[in-house]
């Protein structure tokens, strides 16, 4: 018989984290649509390059949306079951809430087991390879940040306006270039014509400019003499075209391996210290955290007074919202130096297994969740 209810309460389960997966993980999604969209439109990057830059972001979204939709998937299936008085009958049968706990806990392992899995190992490779896809499609398309009569600063240091982006890859017409990479003395550039394409030996893109003027203000002159005009026909300019491809790999690219490697060569108290240590523990703390999430809506669930099934689902998503609140804000006071940076990530686990415990406490003395003194109506009759 208990195998049976085990069964019936996985099969409850499933559908309910499936579609709820499916959603939180579109609805994440569609927050990056926007950018995606811009790459088809204004950049001209190609569908085959779209799709793929899709495939790598799903990981590192499903790390966050995996654990929403099994807390959430939970709290329905057992909130649909106390509605339609299951519960009652399962208890009648004498069946307690200990004995319930064995296929809800297996499912919590599996869906922390997962979380482990994306934040080791599929969510950096899913940057990392992000990153690669887009220096290799800025090495075929030189121009793919160049946005035609607009003041484009998508470039590190330079503004740059063309007044035509030429059917040619790479090719630009009518060209002005503010370049402030040096502060102390800027210069403006214009050129009839230019050609934008990838040094291999210097990793970096290079704009070849014909006929045009460099206008060079120089802070230490007075007069007329501090503007110095030269023309040329022919201007090498060095651009860096993305910002994000600028500098070695961020914490989160980085496997375990590299994460410690870093963490042992970096001296204590350092910023890439901090982010490592940071990082290293928040690859861990984030699955249990997920585990937790889980048990917590297991009497969350059972709990008899439930308002109907919209219930769960907006309960499941405040929970995780102010897991995230409390995991993100203990991310950036450890990085800002503020608190310990090998606990900060493991503070919301800590703070909701407390939560985790009184609840199923309650629940075993068959008590209402909510002690009288934290009910709300009461303060508002007061």
Known sequence: MPLIIYRYLLLEILPPFGVGLLAFTAIVFLGRLMKITQMIVVKGVGLVEVLQTCLYLLPYLLVFTLPMAATVGILLSLTR?????????????????????????GFSLAAAAITLMLTVFGSPWGQQATRNLLDSVAKKRADLGIQE????????????????????AGGLEGIFVYDFRDQENPNTVYAQSGQLSFDEAQETMIMELTDGYVFRWDKEEKGPDRWTVVDFKSY?????????LKGGRSESEMSLGEL???????????????????????????????????????????????????????????????YYIVF?????????????????????????????????????????LLPDALKWHRFLKA
Not at 93 to 101: E, H, I
């Open 236 to 244: 090498r300019l060095p651009l860096q075209l993305f910002g994000f």
């Open 81 to 105: 079951l106390s509605v339609d008085r299951e519960v009652v009958a399962l208890k009648t049968a004498g069946m307690s809430f200990v004995q319930l706990l064995p296929p809800i806990l």
């Open 328 to 368: 993100t804000a203990s991310w950036r006071l450890a990085v800002s130096f503020k608190i310990n940076p090998a606990l900060a990530p493991w503070t919301s686990d800590f703070l909701f297994i407390w939560v985790a415990l009184f609840l199923w406490y309650r629940s075993m003395k068959e008590l209402p």
């Open 149 to 168: 009569q607009v003041f484009n600063t998508d470039f590190q240091g330079l503004m740059l306006f063309a007044n035509r982006v030429s059917s040619q």
């Open 260 to 322: 410690w490697s870093r963490f042992r060569r970096e001296q204590a108290g350092t910023d890439p210290y901090n982010r490592a240590v940071v990082e290293l523990n928040q690859r861990f703390a984030m699955p249990v955290g997920a585990l937790i999430l889980c048990l917590i809506a297991m009497p969350l669930g059972l709990s008899h007074r439930h308002q109907g099934r919209t219930w769960g689902l907006i309960v499941g998503l405040v929970l995780f919202l102010v």
